[in-house]
Structures are given as C-alpha cells and as structure tokens.
T-cell receptor, first 113, second 116 residues
Framework: EDKVVQSPLSLVVHEGDTVTLNCSYEVTNFRSLLWYKQEKKAPTFLFMLTSSGIEKKSGRLSSILDKKELFSILNITATQTGDSAVYLCAVDYAQGGSEKLVFGKGTKLTVNP | DTEVTQTPKHLVMGMTNKKSLKCEQHMGHRAMYWYKQKAKKPPELMFVYSYEKLSINESVPSRFSPECPNSSLLNLHLHALQPEDSALYLC???????????????FGAGTRLSVL
C-alpha cells in the first residue's frame, strides 16, 4: 500500500491565491519528510522537516510537520505563475539497515494569470 | 553548489543495444542514487550506493547494471532493454554523516530514455 499520500492530486488557482498542499505518511523508523518542486525534469529541494511543530519558511513558501498525526502541509501564499509545478512529498525512513526515500504521487499545481 | 550532472540528456536505443548513463557530482557526497520516473508518476528508487558500495537494489532486472567507479561518478549500464523501460532516469546524491545519511537528496536533470 502507499506509504506517502498527497492531496489534492491536482489544483488550479489564480495568481495571488494561497494554496495548501497535504501529505500524510505511514512508515516505521521515520527520519525526515522532504518537499520537492518538479517542473520539467529535476526535482528541486524545498524543505526538510524532522521535528513537529517547527515551521520552515522560505519566501512565500512554508511547511510544517506533525509527527503525532503523521502529516505535513506545504503553504504557498500570493501564488505566481512560476509556482506551477508538481510538488512532491517524500519520506526518509530506515529499513533493514538501509535508508530509503519514498515519494508520494505529487500535487500538480497550475497557477493561471 | 548543489549540482548533479547527468549525460546524455536524451537517449534512443534499440532493444539489442548496449548503452550507459552517466552521473557526476562534486559536492563530496558519499551516497548516490538511481531513480526511474515514468510519465505522471513519482520517482521510484532503483539503486543506492554508499561509500562506493551498492547498499540497496530494489529488485531491479539485471538488464540494468549500476557501477560506482569513484566517489564522484555513478554509471548505469543498459543492455537488452524493453520498450516499457522507456522513462526519465534520475540520479541523486546526498551527504553521509557518521554512517547516517543527511538525506537531502539533490537531483540531476535526468536522462530521457526511449527504447524502440
């Protein structure tokens, strides 16, 4: 079954809107949760979250983790057309002595002018 | 600098060809990864190298053969691929601190592979 579930899968907004993207997970030996932005090719790193309740912020983007309820949200305020992309949530966890990163299916965000 | 360089950017090959994908990073990262990404799907882990040793093989068919000749380079050798292997192949790298990865993975732009 899916270990990382993102919602919504697709979102269309107008410039200036605020959006909230959701990510829930269910893994043992959790280490961290990461958010990436993928436009054409390479996923680019946005945030890494390891502790509950501490907001990470970068410009108009912010993210927070709740380790008790096993979810994270990514907020984007005052959206711009350049924010259009697929936003991927990934969870880093330990399994069998190794470490893995498993991705959710992503949220495709379209920001219209 | 968080650059991971992959070559070639595009590759078209027949099912009987042998080709290789190359990945290079100069960030001093000691963990490197290969992912496969099909259209409209998330990246799926294929292989992990840690300190130039293969640590994870996600039951990938033997027609994919990884190689890590040194700490900066990662190759993926391809042989007798099938059309369903057509995908974007992404390389990533991350630090390893005291045996535990600080797993912010930095990705290359990928090689778009088409198997005819």
């Amino acid at each position: 079954e899916d270990k990382v579930v993102q919602s919504p899968l697709s979102l269309v907004v107008h410039e200036g809107d605020t959006v909230t993207l959701n990510c829930s997970y269910e893994v043992t030996n959790f280490r961290s949760l990461l958010w990436y932005k993928q436009e054409k090719k390479a996923p680019t790193f946005l945030f890494m979250l390891t502790s509950s309740g501490i907001e990470k912020k970068s410009g108009r983007l912010s993210s927070i983790l709740d380790k008790k309820e096993l979810f994270s949200i990514l907020n984007i305020t005052a959206t711009q057309t350049g924010d259009s992309a697929v936003y991927l949530c990934a969870v880093d966890y330990a399994q069998g002595g190794s470490e893995k990163l498993v991705f959710g299916k992503g949220t495709k965000l379209t920001v219209n002018p | 600098d968080t650059e991971v360089t992959q070559t070639p950017k595009h590759l078209v090959m027949g099912m009987t060809n042998k080709k290789s994908l190359k990945c290079e990073q100069h960030m001093g990262h000691r963990a490197m990864y290969w992912y496969k990404q099909k259209a409209k799907k998330p990246p799926e882990l294929m292989f992990v190298y840690s300190y130039e040793k293969l640590s994870i093989n996600e039951s990938v068919p033997s027609r994919f053969s990884p190689e890590c000749p040194n700490s900066s380079l990662l190759n993926l050798h391809l042989h007798a691929l099938q059309p369903e292997d057509s995908a974007l192949y992404l390389c990533a790298s991350s630090q390893v601190l005291a045996g535990v990865s600080k797993n912010i993975q930095y990705f290359g732009a990928g090689t778009r592979l088409s198997v005819l």
